[in-house]
Nanobody, 126 residues
Framework: VQLVESGGAVVQSGDSLRLSCVASGFTHDYWAIGWFRQVPGKEREGMSCISNSDGNVIIPDSVKGRFTISRDSVKNTVYLQMNNLKPEDTAVYYC????????????????????WGQGTQVTVSS
């Protein structure tokens, strides 16, 4: 199983970006994909997640109303749409996947996931 993120860029405050996470090699009945971000010296922070069991989408309060997650099953891609970006959103964004779990995905716990992409840099200037 492999994940490849893309879409990171340098943007200005108030701009929008859509990150993509292309998944390959999934053969399991269950999967969940989450988006996380990390800045140097801080822990990885969960943004959102989506699974194929109940399609549940969870948005932490820190990005609620600005970030949304979606999936394109035909393209095996999960997206993170980020609107009204702020300088504090500057980070490396990662997508992560898990297949050996079930039920509602966990947006806040990176340890729940066991497959990670390489990350994509998002920089928001003021």
């Amino acid at each position: 199983v492999q994940l490849v993120e893309s879409g990171g860029a340098v943007v200005q405050s108030g701009d929008s970006l859509r990150l993509s996470c292309v998944a390959s090699g999934f053969t399991h009945d269950y999967w969940a994909i989450g988006w996380f971000r990390q800045v140097p010296g801080k822990e990885r922070e969960g943004m959102s997640c989506i699974s194929n069991s109940d399609g549940n989408v969870i948005i932490p309060d820190s990005v609620k109303g600005r970030f949304t997650i979606s999936r394109d099953s035909v393209k095996n891609t999960v997206y993170l749409q980020m609107n009204n970006l702020k300088p504090e959103d500057t980070a490396v964004y990662y997508c992560a996947a898990v297949t050996a779990m079930s039920g509602t995905c966990m947006a806040s716990n990176p340890s729940w996931y066991d497959i990670w992409g390489q990350g994509t840099q998002v920089t928001v200037s003021s």
